[in-house]
């Protein structure tokens, strides 16, 4: 029986749960640290054990983690498609030892896995082993030599013809320039028709010789001067990627087979989505995927171009599938425009197989029946999933066809190098990645510009920092020595002193004090105002900021100097108390509106900006379409429920790799070592990391109100809300309000929404009445015009001036003389500030080569006007003039010229 996917991941997890592992369960797409794009191996969510950051609670463990690399240090993207070995979206197989076993285990079970349990030909396995080149650190790493050998001579395998040497590129990893560090062995296996390639394929860039299972045996410590020291503990970090073992073992029919091309996109985990494409679509029946591999990237067979497609397409769905999943939406920055470009991609791909419309959502969902078996996911959320990869591909394939033209005409114009500024307009008016727009130009044998390309990016971003001037302020005062905050602990009186001065605006300066309670503007929370006492008199702060360097800066409307205060001045600081207890009321709402959005559309809703005030909260956040009146009922009523329980709020600081699991943290946002946490509620409530003000209670907000949803960017959304006493005052102004209009209207408040229905009935029916009047006196007046027809160059013309007649009935009445009497009309009517015309010819004037369009360029051209239309019909404006005026007569021989000159 040949093993699919399931029984592989279920095999090993059993294999190692046996040998006295600790299964633990696979890690989000996002990883435990906000600084890190996405989850790219098993090893990220133990890194804090490697480091010694924090106890680890068990000795070995081994899981199946979830991974993607595009973007950043490991990114597969661009080779994803035009091989069968790179993918975006991965599964890696993974065991660790935690200062427990080392390598002699670790090869040990390796070996026992592959080989006993799973069957592998052992003949066509080799192992690699350390040994370092000129100038790289250490020995040969003997002790896993000895016990490769020793494995293989047990096997009756001749060691030499098994084991490969390699030096620190293949076979020493590091974490990074410092830190832990050690040697690792690798099993490759022999994929040639008859395994006898030989030990000379290992690492050697064949297809024919893959790469299995990477074990790293961490045993030393970087210094930052170069040298190495021994760690105290051991460790090994194992990984092996589900994709390639499944992809053997199906590719050569349970090892009986191997003549195929080695792919990995042979297995189970990609055949059902290749056959879904194949169904769907113009080319139902008519495509297929056949396996092949281009030799050629610039120079692709029509085959070859299909099975990149089929491969491309069917990874980034799987990508996108799982991203979305985990809560990454495709946005414009970060992950999400990792996202973004990896589902436009997948468009190109897809079109290029001439795939069904909304290809990736059918896809998508054929996806979720496979990977919620090992990941489960709720209803709604992989409902969710297949929303948004609609409304983004919708989104996409709105411009694509302006930007393929584009590109074309390039393509055409330039030759083999297209210039950097074709790739840039691409990306910036119909959001080509650059990458995509390399693919399709190598495709016609052409290259893009890159330099070109970045230096006008560059000059983009530039703008957009001129622009965007950061509101942060550079110090200025080299003697001061920062600011203590003393804000979280209570708000009453602080006793301090002035330690700095520095400019600030309009003759004002920011004062700097070696202790303060006011809160400087960060984190999308407004400063603090109130007062400073110093030589016997007060002075206004107005503002409170924060330098670059996180110093407090007090602002003032005025120079301190010629007060005589100066560095050194005793003060005593006085905060506006009820100003910051309303700040904190709507930064406290904020955290729980958060998890509000995330309760009611799903997890993939992340905070993208907030502005909080004492009058108002603005919090801006991923998702992908407006909310439904009832979603945002929803949302409010959750958050009040909150607000009602009176639910404790505590803060405190932590490590941050020993925050909550369950803490929100912003991506992108640099933490230090210890963080502040907010929690709401019981252990395990709402949790974030924030430096904000927070209340006591929830009850202490009082109510919450949302007052307006909208879009501001694709992919995020803004809701602007409002509670505690600036909604009381807001709801105070809302009734007054709606007093004073009950007493317009003579009734009471609460029958305002009638009162309003029948006069807005009453005003629909005089409408209509002044609409039948203004038909009729219309009608009246084309009556007389009737009278006074003239023929003009053969074809009888009615035209002058309609009185007091609404201009939303000119064209109508103009259609409406032409088609009962023939012949063609000119109607003009008056506004307050401009006159409007129409003109109209009936049908059979217009084929006898009469236009209303080149009448009305004629009237234009007297009256100095604009409009236009089409032959039947045109309609346009002037500068109002005198009835009495000649433009009508000057029309007429212009007209009369005009027809001579046509007929």
Known sequence: MVLNSSQLRRDFLDFFSSRGHRIVPSESLIPPSPNLLFTNAGMNQFVPYFL?????????AANVQR????????????????????????????????????KGEAIQWAWELLVDRWKFPKNRLYATVYSPGSGEPFQRDEEALFIWKELFRREGMDPEKHIAYGGAKDNFWMMGSTGPCGPCTEIHMDLTPNGDGGVGLVNGGSSRCMELWNLVFIQYNALADG???????????TGMGLERIAGIIANSDGFRDFSKEPSNYASDLFVPLFDAMQRMGKSQGKIFYG????????????????????????????????????????????????????????????????????????????CIRQMSKVYPMEDAAARNIGQIIEHEQDNFERTLDKGMRLLLQAVEKYGPL????????????????????????????????????????????????????????????EKSEGTIFVGYDGQGPVETVLTGICPGKEGGCYAIFQRTQFYGERGGQVGDRGTFHANGKAYAIVDTQCAADGTILHAVNQSLGGEGILPGTAVRLVLDEERRFRISQHHTAAHILQAALRMELGDHVRQAGSLVGENSLRFDFSHFAPLTAQQLKNVEMWTNEIIRKNLPIRTYEVPFDRRPAHCLALFGERYGEIVR???????GGIAELCGGTHLS??????????????????????????????????????????????????????ELELAIGKLKAQRLAADQRLKEINMALGQMQVENLLKERQVIGGMPWAMGYLRGIDAGILRQMALRIVGDHGGCALLICEEEERSLYAVACHGAAVGSGHSARRYAQLWNEITMGNGGGGDAVATGSFCRVSQSDDSLERFRKKLLQNIAKTT
């Open 52 to 60: 010694n950051d924090r106890p680890c609670p068990f000795a070995r």
């Open 677 to 683: 946490v907010v929690e709401i509620g019981e252990e």
């Open 67 to 102: 991974c993607l690399r595009a973007g950043g240090k490991h990114n597969d993207l661009d080779d994803v498609g035009y091989d069968c070995y790179h993918h975006t979206f991965f599964e890696m197989l993974g065991n660790w030892s935690f200062g427990d076993y080392f």
């Open 418 to 477: 297209i210039p950097g500024e074709v790739a840039f307009e691409l990306y910036d008016t119909y959001g080509f990645p650059v990458d995509l727009a390399q693919l399709i130009a190598a495709e016609y044998s052409c290259e893009i510009s890159i330099g070109d390309f970045e230096k006008h990016m560059e000059q983009q971003r530039a703008r957009a920092r001129a622009a965007k001037k950061s509101e942060k302020i550079a110090l200025r005062n």
């Open 227 to 237: 040298k190495f020291e021994p760690l105290p503990r051991h460790y090994v970090d």
């Open 291 to 366: 396996g092949t591999v281009p030799a050629d990237r610039k120079n692709l067979s029509s085959q070859e171009k299909l099975d990149c497609a089929f491969r491309a397409v069917a990874d980034h769905v799987r990508t996108l599938t799982m991203a979305i999943a985990d809560g990454i939406l495709p946005s414009n920055e970060g992950r999400g425009y990792v996202l973004r470009r990896i589902l436009r991609r997948a468009v190109m791909f897809g079109n290029r197989l001439q795939l069904e419309k909304n290809f990736l959502k059918s896809l998508a969902c054929a």
């Open 697 to 750: 209670h929830t009850g202490e907000i009082a109510m919450f109100k949302i007052l307006h949803e909208s879009g501001i960017a694709a992919g995020v959304r803004r809701i602007e809300a409002i509670c505690g006493g600036a909604l009381h005052e807001f709801l105070s102004r809302l009734l007054l309000s709606q007093e004073k209009c009950a007493a317009l209207l003579s009734c009471r408040a609460d």
